[in-house]
């Protein structure tokens, strides 16, 4: 299975700053994806990262928003801009490897 | 839209209890995954299940995967403290890629 790193693991953050997540894999994945999670709440898909592209966007969340670099096969960030308090969440990075998904450990993300 | 409805929400028993957890969508899935997760960790991988009517075995956690490939449960049997945390299931498609779709989740709570 897919090792990943994701850090930072928790920051706080004021209001109107921008944080970036990065996402390390221990092997070479195709696609990478970002989750959102609110508190108490399941995963929301953001983002699919592809390699080389453009990252494929899901319904309510805009590149402006979140930007995303994927600049190898093995890394990806997720940037959260211009943040506010509805964005306190636990974002999450995954992979897909023989059709089984892995995550990381979250970055509990908190905008005061 | 696929959908997918977890149910319960919540789940609070006592050491010793059986309980069922119940995933389902009038959606057909290619497989249909179980996941754990702790507080400040990433969802694990619990089991992928992708024949209809499959059943797997995890020591005390049963998990079948319906004939129509629509709904799936997870079983625990005898649960015991460390059982608790958040269950998630998750419906695959498009393939291998990992494109995921998560139910609300199950906070289970088991008490000594």
């Known amino acids: 299975s897919a090792v990943i790193s994701q850090k930072p693991s928790r920051d706080i953050c004021q209001r109107g700053t921008s944080l970036t997540i990065q996402c390390q894999v221990d092997s070479q994945v195709t696609m990478m994806f970002w989750y959102r999670q609110q508190p108490g709440q399941s995963l929301t898909l953001i983002a699919t990262a592809n390699q080389g592209s453009e990252a494929t966007y899901e319904s309510g969340f805009v590149i402006d928003k979140f930007p995303i670099s994927r600049p190898n096969l093995t890394f990806s960030t997720l940037t959260v801009s211009n943040m506010s308090p509805e964005d306190s969440s636990i974002y999450l990075c995954?992979?897909?490897?023989?059709?089984?998904?892995?995550f990381g450990q979250g970055t509990r993300l908190t905008v005061v | 839209t696929q959908l997918l409805e977890q149910s319960p929400q919540f789940l609070s028993i006592q050491e010793g209890e059986n309980l069922t957890v119940y995933c389902n969508s009038s959606s057909v899935f290619s497989s249909l995954q179980w996941y754990r997760q702790e507080p400040g960790e990433g969802p694990v991988l619990l089991v992928t299940?992708?024949?209809?009517?499959e059943v797997k075995k995890l020591k005390r956690l049963t998990f079948q995967f319906g004939d129509a490939r629509k709904d799936s449960s997870l079983h625990i049997t005898a649960a015991q403290p460390g059982d608790t945390g958040l269950y998630l299931c998750a419906g695959g498609y498009g393939g291998s890629q990992g494109n995921l779709i998560f139910g609300k989740g199950t906070k289970l709570s088991v008490k000594p």
């Open positions: 995954s992979v897909a490897q023989r059709g089984k998904a892995f």
């Open positions: 299940v992708v024949t209809g009517g």
